[in-house]
Structure formats: C-alpha cells, structure tokens
C-alpha cells in the first residue's frame, strides 16, 4: 500500500512538475519523496512498544517549529511525556478510549501561548502590552502537521488527538502539567513504531475544488 | 541556503534515526527529502510571473486533501482563482498590503464548511441533523501546511494569507464569491514561481521543550 502510493504520487509529480530543472538539490525527487510521505501519513493508534529515542523526539520537534507562524509569533510549547504511569492523572481513566495510548513511546503535548507581549503596533517604540493572539490556533494546527509528516518520513506513528476546544479534555491536562494561566494544551500526540494495522485513507474528492467561483 | 539546510536535516537524520533499516521504499531518503522540504518552506510573497499549470495545482491540493481531520470529516473546500483582474473586488485595493500578489500564477481560497450533518452521535440510525463542527479550523490549518510543503517540495512559492478570523478580510471574499452561509473562506494562498529573494528563517528554540512538565 505505502509502495503504491509512492508510486502513484512519483507518477503524478512526473506528468505534472516541470518546474526547477536547474536546482541544485534535486527537487524530483524531493517532491515524490514529499508527496509519498503525505500521502502515506496515517493516524497511527496502535505501536509495538518499541522506544523512540530523545533524539529522534527532538528531531521531530525540529520540525514541528519550522511551521508557519502568523506575523512570526511562533506561539508553540511541548510537553514531552515519556512516564505512562502519570497518564491517568493527566489523560483521565480511559485515556480519551485509545486502548493503546500507553503503548506509545512518548506523547507530546502541544501547547500555545494564546497572548502576544510585544509594543503595540501603532507605537512600536513603546512599552511592551500583552494581547490576544488571534491566530494560534491556526500556527499550532500547521505545527503539528509537520510533526506529523516528520514521523511518518521516519517510520514512525503518531495520531492528532484534540485537546482544545473540549474544555473536558484541556481543563484536566492544563491543570495536572500546572500550566501558566496563558498556556493553552491544544493536542496530545502518542509517538511509537507501528504495528502496521494502520493505514491511510483515500480522501481525494475533486468535487471539492471550484475554479474561480464556488 | 537550501542545500545547507537540506544536508543539516539529513546529518541530524542520520545521527538519530534508526528505525525501518527493512522497510521497502526507502526510508531514510524519504526522511532526508521530507525534513528538507519542511525546513525550506518559507512565506514566499514574489513571484516570477511565470504560470503553474492547472495540474500542478490539482496535484497540490491532492496532498491538501490528505491532511488529518476530526473523525474524518474533511471540511475543506478550495476556490482555485486565476483571474487577476478579480483580484481588487475581492481582496480589496491593496490586496492585504502584497504588492506582488497579482504576479501569483494563481490564488487559491481554502474553505470549510463549518457544520456536519450526519445522524446524532447518540442515535447513528436516525435522520440527519445538523451541527457545528468544532474542528474545522485545525483541519484547514494542516491541509494549508500540507499545500505548502508540496509547494516548496516542487520549487514553487506560495504565502499563507489569514482570512479568518478577521471579519474585515473573511467577510468580502465570502461575499464576492457568494460562498454558502456555512462556508468560510479560511486562508487565501497566491502561488507562483518564486524569484528567490525569500529565504527560510530559523525557527529552532530548544527552551520550547519540556519535559514531563511545564
């Protein structure tokens, strides 16, 4: 399935990408091999138990802050998990019913920082004021898709698990990792070597493109 | 500046992952080509003039429509524009202050429908009802991410432009292009072939980590 996709996606790229052909970095292949991991990426639930390293987290989280940021605020923060004897406290009893949420190697808490401390803008010389920040969780949506890319380039599993804007899912985490008052817990994401049972879905729906008007 | 980037991604790849020494695609340059793409991708706001051709774009929001979505309900709309003499009736005079937007090969308006109508949760047999979906901001924002990173794994430039939530952007596209009462125009995204002149910035603030706790 992972191959077949590879493969549809470098074939779709050939018959389409003409551009670049005098880039140093060899862009076909960058884009079949982009192209094969999003189209490959998958919510991965269930993992082997096999460790990821720290390093490989960090990595990973390398490529969560290299997302876009609306006027470059990178509102971001992580909590890296790796205890699962705290993930009851934190996740609740049934751990959001993912049976094998403790499997997983690791689960990352993706935060924000929903305000902006910074002079304000008709006065960029002047003192600093906190305010909302309106597009954090728009930043943090494009974060943890690169997360998640990165893992799947890797081998590895992950699964987008929504904790904002379900006030019984954030309440609990913000209040057991003791977060400041202005530190959102937007999702948790496992982390672990898949077992294989997942796979990804076909969403291609080209009814859903409209040119130049709806 | 890419090819830097590109053989930092793959140094740091090489040093800490060791997963899938037997997958069959080969995996670490998938993971090479996936962190470079990711760590390239940069606002690119000028553009050549040169075109994307049309199925390019349907390629690109091919990966668009990959993106992870809330039980799977994949909100996303796409109103492909190419017409830039339409450009100021939607964007207004100063086409939100890009002076190089109209040398965009194309524009393309990600929406959601921000309802879901399907049967009750708590009653899968039942008729149809309709509801909000609490999810479709964090779907659209991945599907962008996912957009843009088979933009920059092709060569191209393209520049994440918010609509929502700012009534005094969302409001005239909604209008000019007559979308659905519950269809919001999310993020405009003009796309060509880049000059050059826009370069990546470094994003990496290893303070974001937490461990275990905040």
Redo the contacts between chains.
């Keep these: 399935m992972?191959?077949m996709i590879?493969l549809v996606a470098a074939a779709?790229?050939m018959?389409?990408?003409?551009?670049?052909k005098d880039?140093?970095?060899a862009?076909p292949?960058?884009?079949?091999?982009?192209?094969?991991?999003?189209?490959n990426?998958k919510?991965v639930r269930s993992y082997t138990g096999e460790a990821?390293?720290d390093?490989?987290i960090?990595?990973l989280?390398?490529?969560a802050?290299?997302?876009?940021?609306?006027r470059?605020i990178?509102p971001?923060?992580?909590?890296?998990?790796?205890?699962t004897s705290?993930y009851t406290a934190i996740f609740g009893e049934d751990n959001f019913n993912m049976p094998m949420f403790k499997a997983s190697s690791a689960v990352v808490i993706f935060c924000a920082d929903t305000t902006v401390t910074a002079p304000p803008r008709d006065n960029p010389q002047g003192e600093a004021v906190t305010r909302p920040n309106?597009?954090w969780?728009?930043?943090?949506?494009?974060c943890?898709?690169?997360f998640?890319?990165?893992v799947?380039?890797?081998?590895?599993g992950a699964v987008?698990t929504?904790l904002y804007?379900?006030p019984e899912r954030f309440a609990p985490v913000k209040e057991s990792?003791?977060?400041?008052d202005n530190?959102m817990p937007y999702?948790a994401v496992p982390i672990g070597?898949p077992t294989g049972d997942d796979q990804?879905?076909d969403?291609?729906?080209?009814e859903?493109?409209?040119?130049?008007?709806?």
């Excluded at 018959?15 to 670049?20: E, G, M, Q, V």
């Excluded at 969780?137 to 494009?142: F, I, K, Q, T, V």
């Excluded at 969403?203 to 080209?206: I, N, R």
């Excluded at 859903?208 to 709806?214: A, D």
Aim: hydrophobic share 40%; glycine share 4%.
């Design positions: 992972k191959k590879f779709l790229i018959a389409s990408c003409t551009c670049n880039e140093s970095v862009t292949s960058n884009a079949e091999a982009t192209m094969a991991t999003i189209m990426r919510s990821v390293s390093s490989t960090t990595l989280l390398r490529a802050m290299a997302a876009p940021s609306g470059n990178q971001w923060h992580f909590v890296v998990l790796r205890d705290r309106g597009l969780r728009d930043d943090l949506g494009a943890t898709e690169n998640l890319l990165a799947e380039s890797m081998g590895l987008w929504a804007p379900y990792l003791v977060l400041p530190v999702c070597v990804p879905k969403k291609w729906k080209p859903r493109i409209h040119y130049n008007q709806w």
